[in-house]
Antibody, heavy 121, light 106 residues
């Protein structure tokens, strides 16, 4: 299993950024996928989830209306579109695989290496 | 909103047993899991569904969850176990992480 994030970088407050995650080594279309973030020197924070077919999504309260999760099962790719970014969105964003086939159990058995998003003027 | 609480730090001598707790209201009614994170690395799942150990995780790692407390136990702690440990619970599609516990092996 390999999860490789990309798209992080420096963005100004109020700006937008799109993160991508390329997945391999497992049947991507059969697993719920998630994003988890970690601010520098801080703990883990759950961001978002998307069901196997993309028909169901979940967002943590502070991300609702600003972040959009999506997936392309034909390309084994997970994405996170982030807008109206704030300084407190600065974090390493991890692409994460659910540990359970089909129905999620919300434990995360594989993590990407993370991509750093810095929101600053 | 639901919260889980971990002690900021735990110290243990090599070869001894380390216990890291995670507390929350009726936490025993939810599934919990534990992650180990070493500096500069991504988290690694060490316990899931309260007590299960992923393949490749040493047997010295075990978990329990009852009442208001989930516990990660590391028996015969080794220097390589020094890391941050995070508990995580989920219920009704809500995922909550604890604040993390720094385990020091000295």
């Amino acid at each position: 299993v390999q999860l490789v994030e990309s798209g992080g970088g420096l963005v100004q407050p109020g700006g937008s950024l799109r993160l991508s995650c390329s997945a391999s080594g497992f049947t991507f279309s059969r697993y719920t996928m998630h994003w988890v973030r970690q601010a520098p020197g801080k703990g883990l924070e759950y961001v978002s989830a998307i069901s196997t077919n993309g028909g169901s999504t979940y967002y943590a309260d502070s991300m609702k209306g600003r972040f959009t999760i999506s997936r392309d099962n034909s390309k084994n790719t997970l994405s996170l579109q982030m807008s109206s970014l704030r300084a407190d969105d600065t974090a390493v964003y991890y692409c994460v695989k659910d540990g359970q086939l089909e129905l999620p159990q919300y434990y995360f058995d594989y993590w990407g290496q993370g991509t750093l998003v810095t929101v600053s003027s | 909103s639901y919260e889980v609480t971990q002690p900021p730090s735990v110290s243990v001598s090599p070869g001894q047993t380390a216990s890291i707790t995670c507390s929350g209201h009726q936490l025993g009614n939810k599934y919990t899991c534990w992650y180990q994170q070493k500096p500069g690395q991504s988290p690694v799942l060490v316990i899931y569904l309260d007590t299960k150990r992923p393949s490749g995780i040493p047997e010295r790692f075990s978990g329990s969850n009852s009442g208001n407390t989930a516990t990660l136990t590391i028996s015969g702690t080794q220097a390589i176990d020094e890391a941050d440990y995070y508990c995580q619970a989920w219920d009704s599609n809500t995922v909550i992480f604890g604040g993390g516990t720094k385990l020091t092996v000295l």
